[in-house]
């Protein structure tokens, strides 16, 4: 948002040259300026496109079942389904999760963001209940793990892609007792989808 000190004879001056003047100080009060000269990427870097190709197994509708193994009345098992697809050329994963409750209202949703930084590695912004978090992901040679922290330990999750079936298995660990299964999922993929980046809002 341009800032509200202009006044009204700035006002009167073409609108590039207002949109370079605001730019301009807010590039400068951030110690960003010569950032402004440097080229833009719309579809992402080639390297985090290239990154992302290990991932690009997981693209598209997938099918199949959540087993919760611990907790009141566990084992319990609900149809869960994927969706994920590319964005911004090919350089961020999006991916929605959705667990069906037996009247088939969502029992679980969550949603998440991969990206790839040649400082960071790959990393997973994740939105599920009511909550967000950004977590490392390590990408194996059949699948990936990541990370989460939970009260008095941590979630550990390991996804491998065999014979095309994806098994995802979370795990809770903690100090001085033995790993715990509490959830697995058992996918197949159903086919593709154009999902999220189908049908941009394009200028008239």
Do not use: C
């Amino acid at each position: 948002m341009m800032s509200a000190s202009l006044n009204f004879a700035s006002a009167r001056r073409p609108l590039r040259a207002l949109l370079a003047a605001a730019i301009l100080g807010t590039a400068a009060l951030a110690g960003a300026a010569p950032a402004l000269a440097q080229a833009v990427y719309p579809q992402g870097t080639a390297e985090q496109r290239e990154a992302m190709q290990v991932l690009d197994w997981m693209d598209g509708e997938w099918v199949g079942e959540a087993t919760i193994l611990a907790g009141p009345g566990a084992p319990m098992t609900h149809p869960h389904t994927e969706r994920i697809g590319p964005m911004l050329g090919g350089s961020i994963k999006v991916i929605e999760g959705r667990t069906a409750s037996d009247d088939g209202t969502a029992a679980f949703n969550a949603f998440a963001v991969i990206s790839w930084s040649e400082e960071g590695g790959y990393v997973m912004r994740s939105y599920a209940n009511g909550q967000a978090g950004d977590f490392p992901l390590t990408s194996t040679p059949d699948g990936f793990s990541w990370t989460t922290p939970s009260r008095g330990g941590e979630l550990r999750y390991v996804t491998t892609f065999r014979d095309g079936e994806w098994v995802e298995i979370g795990t809770f660990v903690m100090p001085d007792r033995p790993p715990m299964p509490v959830v697995e999922l058992r996918l197949r993929r159903r086919g593709d989808t154009d999902w999220p980046a189908a049908d941009p809002v394009l200028p008239e």
